[in-house]
């Protein structure tokens, strides 16, 4: 049974960095993409970042600059630094596995999902 367990969300003032963390444990399958999506509150669910077994990354617009994703394929763990946080990032974030390369998925075509982690950026 394929698990993905996500740690380090919570509280954090504009301006500040948390970093996320996503154990998978579970995993038959060699080659596999892991990323990062988020929903807030009465919003869809959307992309923010994944990244490929070999290491190739794509970041949402609203990502780029400030957040950087990165794996350890030894651990089968994602990991996701968040900096310079603003109110609008504040969501619950979850990662999710999709079998296979590739640079960018959408949520309907992830495998795997963890449970989600909160995230929330006071003003």
């Known amino acids: 049974q394929v698990q993905l367990v996500e740690s380090g969300g919570g509280l954090v003032q504009t301006g500040g960095s948390l970093s996320l963390s996503c154990a998978a444990s579970?995993?038959?399958?060699?080659?596999?993409?892991m990323g990062w999506f988020r929903r807030a509150q009465g919003k869809e669910r959307e992309f923010v970042t994944a990244?490929?077994?070999?290491?190739?990354?794509s970041y949402a617009n609203s990502a780029k600059g400030r957040f950087t994703i990165s794996r350890d394929n030894s651990k089968n763990s994602v990991y996701l630094q968040m900096n310079s946080l603003k109110p609008e990032d504040t969501a619950v974030y979850s990662c999710?596995?999709?079998?296979?390369?590739?640079?960018?998925?959408?949520?309907?075509?992830?495998?795997?999902w963890g449970q989600g982690t909160q995230v929330t950026v006071s003003s």
């Open positions: 579970g995993l038959t399958f060699r080659v596999y993409t």
């Open positions: 999710a596995v999709r079998i296979g390369t590739w640079r960018y998925f959408r949520a309907s075509e992830a495998d795997y």
């Open positions: 990244i490929s077994q070999s290491g190739d990354t």
